[in-house]
């Protein structure tokens, strides 16, 4: 079983900043060798990904965050990280973190509580 637990969000004026963590745990769930990354979901939308980074630190990210959001990862700590600067009101949405399965399809279909980023001034 697979535990992924997230935090760091909150409520935060347009143009600032917030830094998500997600603390990943699970018997057959090597940390270091998974892609991981964050998915949202806005109100009244679909689960979107937002990024993922590779066993080699390697990233992606959608287009709509790229130059903003910054994804990285402590494998001792088996926590990644969401570093999201000049945030728009359009980043408000519940933020998760999962494994990376094929492309940006998310792995596991249980999902965390997530952590609300709520962005408005």
């Known amino acids: 079983q697979v535990q992924l637990v997230e935090s760091g969000g909150g409520l935060v004026q347009p143009g600032g900043s917030l830094r998500l963590s997600c603390a990943a745990s699970?018997?057959?769930?090597?940390?270091?060798?998974?892609?991981v990354g964050w998915f949202r979901r806005a109100p009244g939308k679909e689960r979107e990904f937002v990024a993922a980074i590779s066993w080699n630190s390697m990233t992606d990210y959608v287009d709509s965050v790229k130059g903003r959001f910054i994804i990285s990862r402590d494998n001792a700590r088996n926590t990644v990280y969401l570093q999201m600067n000049s945030l728009k009101p359009e980043d408000t949405a519940v933020y998760y973190c999962n494994r990376l399965g094929v492309g940006t399809s998310p792995f596991y279909d249980d999902w965390g509580q997530g952590t609300q980023v709520t962005v408005s001034s």
């Open positions: 699970g018997r057959r769930f090597t940390f270091s060798a998974s892609r």
